[in-house]
């Protein structure tokens, strides 16, 4: 029998150890049951995991038990993405180190060293939490095989001629040292200055306003709309760069906003992302300003050798000095910067690898359509993304610890050499290539950049089915059952996911896409490490509140919504996993004696308790196999403090404890209901709750229902009959009213009713004849008077 108190973290622990042991949540090769399978995202090894991890994973746990329950044979993996920039800076922060300033063998050993333990720690906590993956199905992205899919996957794209080498200006952080991808911009609100310089263009001036005018050694030419009555007549003369002194045409161009600035605008290369819309659109030849340090190149005349930042006060002062700059107003305007760092992003040529999708563009959003998303409305923020896109995905990296590209450049001819299929996984720092160059030199160059981290873990379903190797499996697994992740990455992880396997088997990746909500501080913003408001450790508060209690607050929130935390939020928690000890070992002592057969008489009253849980399960499954899990929740919940606490164990009490007045045979009835509702009261709510669940299961349940754990049970499929439902309205009638009554007279709930009215439908009449002695030693009411009506009434006297 139970304890008086649950004690969560000496429970915690034994079944934690009770699991791994017992390998329970272990995934069935060989089972015929229907597969289901998830695409986990590996989280970033980058620091400490924080709330906000633990409510978008623990949802899709809640996935992973619901489908066990319903008959799957579950496939749900876990893994680290444990390479890419932010690893680096971990490593960097914790060892006090630079890459840039140590070999790159010695560095990718230290990151190896430092992830390694963040792993332990991560795998520690998800463990803690009572996650149900199967742990030997994990995966790392910086493993030998992910590394060997993620170089398959270059190499079948480039053979494709999807994946190509460019010679062109790309997204670059100067701050990373890296380029990076459209997806990896974000637009930030920042303050700067309208520079309203003089443009001269013989004895007069035209006024430009430019926020950035170091680069008016890049300039080009300068832009007017032809509707703009101020400066339409200057169109197709030239005017003078100030400083510079190098004439530049003045041309017509509708994309220039009219009320901006002084309504002129400076094209150079390069401001912006306009400018290299304009680059292109004009053919103009790229002139050189800034380098891929954020430095100003040597060449600049005045301002050379200067930080990007420092070149602009002094391009200013110089401006000043040469009465030049009119004037300089403060303003606030939309900048990209790199998501990372939060840095402003600058375009600068460079030779990079891409992934073309800017060609199958059309495909990509027709795609959204064969995959299920939850919510629906995600799906919009994919296709916003898709035909908005600018640019091809630059895949390559100029840093250290990452997936090698399997590729070196002929010293002697610069013809491309792949790796071979054998090689892989590669890195050509180390390796020369097996085979000699087409024109037979063996005199290589390999290629020092890495891959970009989404293009490795955008092939987690590739990895998970060991695409390629001699145990693939892709063609059981994909499409996998179920994506889940968050909602900023939809133009990242999913985008890049969706596209990679297009090209690589023209299928979808997944058949749903679950997609969660942040996780927010109470002012509102993201819980992030970034953000340095992610000081509640989660297993501090597993520590102090349990992981039932953890988990039961993350499975509250509809599904895509953003939610808060507080610490006070828990205490819901408590209270919940309270109630359903003292429930439990209410309705356990009264089956002490029970041996698990069927009374020969079971009561309309039993019976309704019973269909009730059936009507719950199957509303509950409805919201879980959309993946509403809070919805779910609330459901079950209304059900088991209502129903179950608040009117049937009331109910039933007096019957449980008297069997002499109320007969052994109807007892029984009550035990078997108490048996049937209680056990699928825990299997309801052992997806949310796991430990105390499993718990109560294991102290009674598993001599009767032969299985070790309550995992290895079923939800009901029975459809639930309304008859019993319908009768069992009335009756919670019958005592809301009375127990109303009572309360407004301030007597006790023990308090004796001298009369009770009852107006009941015919058909349910013989129901409550049968139920008379419950309503009265739960109502206390000396006299019932039953008359039959349309609808249920209650009067009291």
Request: aromatic share 12%; charged share 25%; net charge negative.
């Amino acid at each position: 029998m139970l304890e008086k108190k649950y004690k969560a973290n000496e429970i915690e622990k034994e079944l934690v150890d009770f699991w791994k042991n017992n390998e329970i949540f272990k995934y069935e090769e060989t089972s015929n049951k229907e597969l289901y399978s998830i695409d986990t995202p590996p989280p970033t090894v980058s620091g400490k995991l924080h709330i906000g991890h633990i409510f978008s994973y623990t949802q899709a746990e809640m996935i992973a038990r619901y489908k066990r329950a319903i008959g799957y044979n579950v496939f749900y993996p876990f893994g680290f993405d444990d390479n890419g920039l932010p690893t680096e800076r971990l490593v960097e922060n914790d060892l006090k180190i630079k890459a840039k300033e140590m070999p790159r063998s010695k560095f990718n050993q230290n990151c190896l060293n430092v992830i390694k333990n963040y792993e332990a720690e991560f795998k520690n906590l998800w463990t803690n939490l009572g996650f149900s993956c199967d742990w030997g199905l994990e995966y790392k992205t910086v493993s030998p095989l992910s590394q060997k899919i993620s170089q398959r996957s270059f190499i079948d794209l480039y053979n494709k001629k999807k994946a190509y080498i460019e010679e062109s200006p790309v997204l670059y952080c100067t701050h990373c040292q890296t380029s990076i991808a459209q997806a990896e911009l974000e637009t930030k609100e920042l303050e700067s200055h309208f520079n309203y310089i003089k443009f001269y263009i013989d004895d007069e001036y035209l006024m430009v306003a430019t926020t950035r005018p170091e680069l008016l050694n890049s300039c080009q030419a300068i832009f007017i709309h032809p509707d703009d009555d101020k400066n339409s007549h200057y169109i197709g003369k030239t005017a003078i760069v100030p400083l510079y002194n190098y004439e530049v045409p003045i041309l017509p161009n509708e994309d220039v906003d009219k009320e901006k600035g002084s309504g002129a605008v400076m094209f150079c290369t390069f401001g912006d992302t306009k400018d290299l819309e304009w680059y292109k659109e004009y053919d103009y030849p790229y002139k050189k300003t800034i380098n891929t340090d954020g430095f100003i190149d040597e060449s600049v005349e005045f301002i050379g050798g200067m930080h990007v930042k420092k070149a602009r006060k002094s391009i200013i002062e110089l401006l000043k000095e040469n009465e030049l700059l009119i004037k300089s107003t403060s303003i606030t305007h939309p900048v990209s910067v790199h998501e990372r760092c939060s840095n402003e992003v600058e375009i600068i040529p460079s030779q990079q690898w891409y992934i073309d999708i800017l060609s199958s563009q059309d495909e990509l959003i027709k795609l959204a359509d064969q995959i299920n998303w939850y919510p629906s409305y995600m799906k919009s923020r994919y296709l916003s993304w898709v035909e908005n896109l600018k640019w091809n995905w630059c895949i390559s990296r100029q840093r250290y610890f990452g997936v090698p590209f399997p590729v070196w450049y002929c010293e002697d001819c610069g013809e491309i050499k792949i790796a071979e299929e054998s090689e892989l996984p590669i890195n050509p720092l180390e390796t020369n290539p097996m085979t000699p160059c087409k024109c037979g030199s063996t005199n290589f160059v390999p290629e020092s950049a890495v891959l970009d981290t989404w293009a490795t873990s955008s092939v987690s379903p590739l990895i998970n089915s060991k695409w390629g190797e001699e145990n693939d499996i892709t063609n059981k697994l994909l499409p996998m059952g179920m994506r889940t992740q968050a909602h900023e990455i939809i133009r990242t992880w999913a985008f890049y996911t969706i596209a990679k396997t297009h090209f690589h088997l023209n299928m979808i990746p997944w058949k749903d896409i679950m997609i969660c909500g942040f996780v927010l501080a109470r002012k509102g913003e993201k819980i992030s490490k970034s953000k340095k408001n992610s000081n509640l450790e989660p297993n501090k508060l597993i520590e102090n509140h349990s992981a039932d209690g953890i988990r039961y607050w993350a499975a509250s929130a509809k599904l895509g919504t953003d939610t808060t935390f507080s610490e006070e939020d828990l205490k819901i928690s408590k209270r919940f996993t309270t109630k359903l000890w003292n429930a439990s070992k209410f309705s356990l002592m009264h089956l002490d004696d029970y041996d698990g057969s069927i009374s020969t008489v079971i009561l309309p009253q039993d019976k309704w308790i019973i269909e009730r849980v059936k009507e719950t399960t199957n509303r509950a499954k409805k919201y879980l196999d959309e993946y509403e899990i809070g919805l779910a929740r609330n459901i079950i919940d209304d059900f088991f403090w209502k129903d179950y606490c608040d009117n049937y164990l009331e109910l039933v009490k007096d019957r449980l404890y008297k069997p002499e007045i109320h007969g052994a045979e109807e007892r029984k009835s009550g035990q078997y209901a108490l048996y049937q509702s209680l056990l699928n009261i825990l299997k309801l709510y052992s997806i949310f709750t796991p430990f105390i669940t499993e718990k109560i299961y294991k102290s009674f349940f598993e001599k009767f229902e032969k299985e070790n754990s309550i995992t290895k049970l079923l939800w009901s499929d029975s459809k639930e009959n309304h008859r019993y439902i319908t009768f069992g309205n009335s009756l919670k009638t019958i005592l809301s009213v009375a127990r109303k009554y009572k309360t407004e007279k301030a007597l006790s709930m023990k308090a004796e009713i001298s009369k009770l009215n009852l107006t009941i439908p015919s058909e349910q009449k013989s129901f409550i004849e049968l139920t008379l002695k419950d309503i009265e030693t739960t109502t206390h009411a000396l006299e019932i008077n039953l008359n039959e009506g349309t609808e249920c009434s209650v009067v009291v006297e």
